[in-house]
């Protein structure tokens, strides 16, 4: 059974570029978490879903950062404008609605220059 | 407050010995709780979950949970070199909303 899936693994990119980060939840999942991790901050959650809905985006660092989820298999966290301080690796993570284990995805290492 | 905190270590236990990794947690209500492992430059992955006080056994590792004493620990019996990552401490906790905090990890090496 195939896990999280993220795309891209690796994105480098110069400030003020927009970026888009890729998730594919497990199938049959219908809670979708976005994490934030870096050596400073360890792993932050920025703004989960349920059944498609963003529920929580109070992790959201500003509104340079946004998410959707236009359905059951697919969501997106684009950052637009980037800065250098938005690298770090983001996880992508999906769980059932009736157990609370959440499964991460490989991640997305961003750098932007 | 921190909602989970955990020591950062390093921790670091020769091979075969028993590893202690200790977590606690400031909501009183939280149910559900859990330990990931992260092997650096990888993702969090999922080694075990503990729902009820007391002891869940799995393989090498056991879990142990004291809500009374909001504490929760991670006994890695017979380590091996490939035990060597950080152990991140997760709860499912009510209060703002139904969030899930992590710890920050505690790094743990095994010394062959």
């Known amino acids: 059974d195939a896990g999280v899936i993220q795309s891209p693994r690796h994105e480098v990119t110069e400030m003020g570029q927009e970026v888009t980060l890729r998730c594919k939840p497990i199938s049959g999942h219908d809670y979708l978490f976005w994490y934030r991790q870096t050596m400073m901050r360890g792993l932050e959650l920025l703004i989960y879903?349920?059944?498609?809905?963003?529920?929580?985006d109070s992790g959201m660092p500003e509104d340079r950062f946004s998410a959707k989820m236009p359905n059951a298999s697919f969501s997106t966290l684009k950052i637009q404008p980037s800065e250098p301080r938005d690298s770090a690796v983001y996880f992508c993570?999906?769980?059932?609605?009736?157990?609370?284990?959440?499964?991460f995805g490989p991640g997305t290492r961003l750098t932007v220059t | 407050q921190k909602e989970v905190e955990q020591n950062s270590g390093p921790l670091s236990v020769p091979e075969g010995a028993i590893a202690s990794l200790n977590c606690t947690y400031s909501d009183r209500g939280s149910q559900s709780f859990f330990w990931y492992r992260q092997y650096s430059g990888k993702s969090p992955e999922l080694i075990m979950s503990i729902y009820s006080n007391g002891d869940k056994e799995d393989g090498r590792f056991t879990a142990q949970l004291n809500k009374a004493s909001q504490y929760v620990s991670l006994l890695i019996r017979d380590s091996q070199p490939s035990d060597s990552a950080t152990y991140l401490c997760?709860?499912?906790?009510?209060?703002?909303?139904?969030?899930?905090?992590f710890g920050t990890g505690t790094s743990l090496t095994v010394i062959p």
């Open positions: 993570a999906s769980r059932t609605g009736t157990n609370y284990e959440q499964y």
């Open positions: 879903f349920n059944n498609n809905v963003p529920i929580d």
């Open positions: 997760a709860v499912n906790s009510y209060r703002g909303g139904n969030q899930f905090y």
